[in-house]
C-alpha cells in the first residue's frame, strides 16, 4: 500500500500537498458564526476577536452536535475572562446556537444538518471599571500597592491584580521565604460606582536556605556532575532566580530532552528546603550538514558528527569538515577546505569552567594569500557570572603561506587570552542587551625567532523599538592592532590584519580589503577598524527586511590611518525559524577595488552579528 503524502512546506511556502486540509473529525459538523461587539472600541473589539476560539476556527469543523455547543461555552469562558482582563467586569457574552440562547439548549441537542450551524456571539463590553480601596495585609501590609501597578483610580484588569499578587509573592520568595504564597484574594466589583475594591493577603513563611538536592531520571548521566554542575547548594540562601538558571545551565549542556526543578512542599527537620532535579535524557549522538553561499566566494557545504555525553558527565566529542569557495569567481578549483575535531568537557575542575581540546586543519585560499594550516588548542574558560566570561588557551599552528611575500612557512606558539561580556537576550536573533569583548594573543614564531602580538576588541549593541521590538537597531564596531620584533612578512597571514566578507565589510570578498604593495598585492596590515549598522524591520512574525552599512578600514601603521576606507550598504532578507534567522544579503561596495566585485549575495544561517 502506498504511503500517504502529506503537505510539504518550508518558508512558508506548500511545495505540495494541501496545508489546509483539516485533520480526521468523528461525525463532523460545520458552524457559521455572527460575531458583535457594537459597544466596544477598535482595541478591545481586536482583543475580544482574538480570545474567540470559534471565529479562529470557523472554517474547521468539530465533532457532533455537542461539540458546537460544547466550543460556544469554553469560547464564552474566554470572552468573559478577555473583558476582565481589559477591566469590564459588567460586561455580558450573550451566544445562541440554532436560533436558542445558549444556556436554554437540551443535554443532547440536534440540528439540522442541511446547513452550518448558525452561531451568533453578542458582546456588550460594558463600562470600564477602576480600582478603588487597595487593602494589604499579612507580609504584604508593610508593601507600597503603587510598586504593584495597583493604583487608585487606574484600569482594574484582572491581570494586574493577579501579576501584582504574584509579583509580591516573588519579591517575598527573593529574600529566601520559598513557602510564601497568596492565602486570600478578595475582589469586589462596585457597579454602581465602575470600581473594583481589592484586598490581597500574603503569607511569606520562614526564611530558609536550600536542603538537600535530589536527581531523578539520569541514567547515562552521572547524577552527581548534574547536581554538581547545577551549582545549587544546601545551606545557600534560596532564591528562585538560582533555580531558574540551574534549569538554563543544565538545559544548556545538550543532553536533557527536558529539566525540571521542583521544590519540596514544606521544609524538612532542619528548617531547609530540599529541592529535586528532575531530567529525561535526549539523544546524544547528532549530525547534520549545512550550506552557504555568496556571489563573491562562492557557495560552501559543511557537515558535523557529535556525541554530547562521551563519559557520563556531558563530555561532547564533534567532528566536523566543510569545503567552500565551490564557483568563486566563477571557478571550479581552489576549493578551501577544513576539518576537525573538538573535544569539550564542562565543569571541569570547578562547576563554572570548561576544558576545550581541538585539532584542525584547513586550507584557505583568498584574494589576499593561499594557506595552508594545522592548528592544535587547549583552553579552559571560566564563567565568573552570568554574563563575564574568563578564557586562556594554548596554541601551536604551522602554516605554509603562499603571498606578497612569497611563499613561507611559519610555526608559532601562541597563549590567547580573551574577557567578554554578554548580556544580549538570545544569541541567534537578538533584541535588547550587548556584547563586548577583548582579547591578545602573545605569541612566538620558531622559525624566524619573532615575538608578536594581536591585541583586539569588539562590542555590539542591540536596542528594540516599539511593544513587541518590530524594529531592532542593531550596530557593532571592532579594532585591532598587533605589535612585533620583525618585518610584517614576519608575522604570519592568518595573523594579520584583513577584512572583507559577509562577516566584516559586506560587498568585498572575504579578506579583500588590505594594505597594497608596489605591484598591488594584498599585504595584510598592522591595525584594523570596522563598524556594521543595521535596522532590522519585522515585516510579518516571520518575514523581515534590514537595511545595513558596514564601513572598514586596514592601515600598515599600529593605529588605523583612514586613509583607506572601504563601505559597503545594502539590503537584508531575514525569515525566521526555529534553529535561528535565514539570511539573504545583497550588497554593494561604495567604493570598489578597481577590477573588483561590483555587489555581493549572502545567503546564511543567523543574523550577521
Request: aromatic fraction near 10%.
Amino acid at each position: 500500500m502506498p504511503a500517504q503524502s502529506h503537505a510539504f512546506t518550508i518558508f512558508g511556502l506548500t511545495l505540495w500537498g494541501d496545508k489546509d486540509k483539516a485533520p480526521d473529525v468523528v461525525d463532523p459538523v460545520r458552524y457559521s458564526i455572527e460575531f458583535s461587539a457594537p459597544g466596544a472600541g477598535k482595541a478591545l473589539k481586536k482583543v475580544l476577536d482574538a480570545s474567540s476560539l470559534m471565529l479562529a476556527d470557523k472554517e474547521k469543523p468539530v465533532s457532533g452536535d455537542l461539540g458546537v455547543v460544547v466550543k460556544a461555552r469554553e469560547d464564552r469562558e474566554r470572552l468573559v475572562a478577555a473583558l476582565y482582563e481589559q477591566s469590564r467586569y459588567g460586561g455580558t457574552v450573550a451566544i445562541t446556537v440554532g436560533g436558542t440562547p445558549l444556556d436554554a439548549l437540551p443535554p443532547n441537542p440536534v440540528f439540522p444538518r442541511n446547513a452550518p450551524v448558525p452561531v451568533t456571539i453578542t458582546i456588550d463590553p460594558g463600562p470600564e471599571f477602576t480600582l478603588g480601596h487597595v487593602t494589604l495585609q499579612g507580609d504584604a501590609a508593610g508593601l507600597d500597592p503603587a510598586i504593584y501597578d495597583l493604583v487608585t483610580g487606574k484600569p482594574a484588569g484582572s491581570l494586574v491584580i493577579l501579576r501584582a499578587g504574584n509579583r509580591m509573592v516573588d519579591d517575598l520568595k527573593k529574600a529566601s521565604h520559598p513557602l510564601a504564597a497568596v492565602v486570600d484574594r478578595q475582589v469586589v466589583a462596585d457597579h454602581e460606582n465602575n470600581r473594583v475594591d481589592l484586598t490581597l493577603r500574603i503569607a511569606a513563611g520562614p526564611v530558609a536556605p536550600l536542603g538537600p538536592v535530589r536527581v531523578t531520571g539520569s541514567k547515562k548521566v552521572d547524577g552527581g556532575f548534574i547536581a554538581r554542575y547545577s551549582r545549587l547548594k544546601p545551606g545557600q540562601a534560596y532564591n528562585p532566580e538560582d533555580l531558574r538558571k540551574a534549569n538554563d545551565r543544565l538545559r544548556k549542556l545538550g543532553v536533557f530532552s527536558s529539566v525540571t526543578i521542583k521544590q519540596a512542599e514544606k521544609l524538612d527537620a532542619n528548617g531547609a528546603m530540599p529541592l529535586t532535579i528532575d531530567v529525561s535524557e535526549g539523544k546524544f549522538r547528532y549530525f547534520g550538514v549545512g550550506a552557504t553561499y555568496s556571489t563573491i566566494d562562492g557557495a560552501g557545504l559543511q557537515g558535523y558528527w557529535g556525541h554530547r555525553n562521551l563519559f557520563g558527565e556531558a563530555e561532547s566529542l564533534r567532528l566536523e569538515g566543510s569545503v567552500s569557495g565551490i564557483g568563486e569567481n566563477g571557478g571550479a578549483t581552489d576549493f578551501n577546505y577544513s576539518a576537525g575535531i573538538i573535544f569539550t568537557k564542562p565543569g571541569f575542575l570547578l562547576p563554572s569552567g570548561t576544558l576545550e581540546a581541538s585539532l584542525k586543519a584547513a586550507t584557505l585560499n583568498t584574494d589576499s594569500y593561499d594557506a595552508d594550516t594545522i592548528t592544535g588548542k587547549l583552553g579552559y574558560s571560566y564563567e565568573l557570572n552570568d554574563y563575564d566570561t574568563l578564557s586562556a588557551a594554548t596554541a601551536l599552528e604551522f602554516a605554509r603561506i603562499d603571498d606578497a611575500f612569497g611563499q613561507n612557512d611559519y610555526l608559532t606558539f601562541s597563549l590567547p587570552l580573551e574577557y567578554a561580556r554578554d548580556t544580549r537576550d538570545d544569541k541567534m536573533n537578538p533584541k535588547e542587551g550587548y556584547k563586548a569583548t577583548l582579547s591578545m594573543a602573545p605569541s612566538y614564531e620558531f622559525l624566524g625567532s619573532n615575538v608578536f602580538s594581536n591585541f583586539e576588541g569588539s562590542v555590539s549593541g542591540y536596542y528594540g523599538l516599539g511593544m513587541e521590538d518590530r524594529v531592532v537597531l542593531a550596530a557593532r564596531l571592532a579594532a585591532g592592532t598587533l605589535f612585533g620584533t620583525g618585518e610584517l612578512s614576519d608575522i604570519p597571514a592568518t595573523r594579520r590584519f584583513f577584512s572583507g566578507g559577509g562577516g566584516s565589510v559586506r560587498g568585498y570578498s572575504y579578506q579583500g580589503i588590505s594594505p597594497r604593495n608596489s605591484n598591488d598585492e594584498a599585504t595584510g596590515g598592522l591595525s584594523y577598524m570596522t563598524a556594521s549598522f543595521e535596522a532590522r524591520i519585522g515585516i510579518t512574525d516571520t518575514i523581515g527586511l534590514v537595511p545595513f552599512l558596514d564601513v572598514g578600514t586596514v592601515s600598515t601603521g599600529h593605529v588605523p590611518d583612514f586613509s583607506d576606507i572601504r563601505a559597503g550598504a545594502g539590503l537584508g532578507l531575514r525569515y525566521a525559524t526555529p534553529f535561528g534567522p535565514v539570511r539573504l544579503d545583497v550588497a554593494l561596495p561604495l567604493n570598489p577595488y578597481p577590477g573588483g566585485d561590483k555587489y555581493g549575495i549572502y545567503v546564511g544561517i543567523g543574523q550577521s552579528f
